[in-house]
Nanobody
Framework: QVQLEESGGGSVQAGGSLRLSCSAS????????MGWYRQAPGKEREGVAS???????RYADFVKGRFTISKDNAKNILYLQMNSLKPEDTGMYYC???????????????????WGTGTLVTISA
């Protein structure tokens, strides 16, 4: 059974940084796509960044140059380093996984098979 657990959320001021972690277990697919998604109150869940089993990464335009997705394969942990945070980055951040190779864009959230419960990120002006 695939389990994803996020951590690292918190409250910081605009311009600050946070690093989110997603611990994955029970994942045995040789090809996969993992990603970070976020959802602000009253808004649809949106893709932030993705990384596939070949190490290819994709980012939403609104985080390019500020966020970095990476993975420690030995520990099976997916990270999201977030720098130059803005108030509009506030939301619940989710880790997700699917048994396909990510395409040229961060997959829509409806395409992902497995989800963590989320970690809250709050950015104050």
């Amino acid at each position: 059974q695939v389990q994803l657990e996020e951590s690292g959320g918190g409250s910081v001021q605009a311009g600050g940084s946070l690093r989110l972690s997603c611990s994955a277990s029970g994942y045995t697919y040789s090809s996969y796509c993992m990603g970070w998604y976020r959802q602000a109150p009253g808004k649809e869940r949106e893709g932030v960044a993705s990384r596939d089993s070949a190490g290819r990464t994709r980012y939403a335009d609104f985080v390019k140059g500020r966020f970095t997705i990476s993975k420690d394969n030995a520990k099976n942990i997916l990270y999201l380093q977030m720098n130059s945070l803005k108030p509009e980055d506030t939301g619940m951040y989710y880790c997700a996984a699917a048994s396909f190779t990510c395409g040229d864009y961060v997959p829509r959230h409806l395409a992902m098979d497995y989800w963590g419960t989320g970690t809250l990120v709050t950015i104050s002006a």
